[in-house]
């Protein structure tokens, strides 16, 4: 949707946007933003002010007041955060509301808002208070459950073969949760779209959508599911981390209770460094320690390779749901 800058607008829903901007759905906040994401729903819900602004402007190159660095990432005496991406942009990231891209790229550039709905989106839940876990999240046979692993783990994929089982998903890759939710943690679903390398897709028989980047000679597309897509915030049941297995011919799981689930939740924080860097390593520990006392945890353990693991979706299914 885009907009003649100047005036304000009233939108079919009735929702007044200003000219120039759109207004979209992420994680259940208002989302106005001066560059387009298509991969996020449009607003739809009340009148409420915007959650979040993302505009475009000048980043600088430093931060007034600097008190923590990291190659990639700076954070001010006020809790800004400063994020680069060599040639894609650079953003300011400010009060968990507010993020400013600056960038050369033509709003057509899949890569900007590739990084603003990863990186830049777990900076701002951290500086909200909440905790994203490097996790996909789907709904299957009436419980809500979080995949977490590292890059390259699979969980794209499982959240795949248990949506072609009548799942739905919440969130691909990054998993926000309100731990602190009335009546227990809360997953904020982000957007409907999967990211997947191109070697998947085609193993599961999936079209590729809109090209996203190339990565060592891979090269990843996104996978538009709105049909398949849980757009409500839902209560979490469970978080199982995915450990891939070269001997393993088969899937099982076990559960995980104490410090190991403690640990596994510590571990699978997204940008967990960043959160080190705005001060919040104490408080993420607690909530990690927290969360694991509230659900049940397990280790998904899963053969390390595609061919084998696409074989696999029945078993999965009924792994998954087995689950209480």
């Not at 783990?153 to 795949?160: E, H, I, Q, R």
Request: net charge neutral; hydrophobic share 40%; with cysteine.
């Amino acid at each position: 949707m885009t907009h003649t800058k100047g005036a304000s607008e009233q939108m079919a829903t009735g929702v007044s946007v200003i000219a120039g901007t759109s207004d979209h759905s992420l994680c259940g906040w208002r989302v106005r933003t001066e560059w387009p994401v298509p991969e996020l729903l449009p607003w739809s819900g009340d009148d409420r002010r915007p959650d979040i602004w993302i505009r475009m402007g000048q980043v600088p190159g430093e931060l007034d007041g600097t008190v923590r660095k990291h190659p990639l990432v700076q954070v001010n005496e006020r809790g800004w955060l400063r994020f680069t991406v060599r040639n894609v942009a650079d953003y300011l990231v400010r009060d968990g509301n507010e993020v400013v891209i600056d960038t050369a790229h033509s709003p057509d550039t899949a890569d900007v808002a590739l990084f603003l709905l990863g990186s830049v989106l777990g900076f701002l839940c951290h500086q909200r208070g909440l905790l994203p876990l490097h996790a996909s999240c789907v709904e299957y046979e009436g419980k809500v459950f979080a995949m977490a692993g590292h890059s390259g783990a699979g969980k794209s994929t499982l959240a795949a073969l248990l949506l072609a089982q009548g799942a739905r998903l919440l969130s691909d890759d990054v998993t926000v949760i309100d731990i602190r939710a009335e009546g227990g943690p809360l997953v904020l679903p982000t957007y409907p779209r999967q990211k997947m390398w191109r070697d998947t897709l085609d193993k599961l028989g999936i079209a590729p959508g809109r090209y996203l980047r190339n990565t060592v000679q891979l090269q990843k597309f996104d996978r538009k599911v709105t049909d398949l897509f849980q757009p409500a915030r839902t209560h979490l049941d469970g978080v199982c981390q995915i450990h891939l297995q070269l001997r393993e011919s088969g899937l099982r799981i076990e559960a995980l209770d104490g410090l190991p689930a403690v640990r596994m939740l510590y571990e699978n924080v997204y940008r967990r460094i960043a959160a080190g860097l705005l001060g919040r390593s104490d408080q993420v520990f607690a909530d990690c320690a927290l969360l694991g006392g509230q659900l049940a945890h397990h280790a998904l353990v899963v053969p390390n390779g595609l061919d084998t693991l696409a074989r696999h979706g029945d078993d999965l299914g009924r792994l998954m749901g087995g689950l209480r």
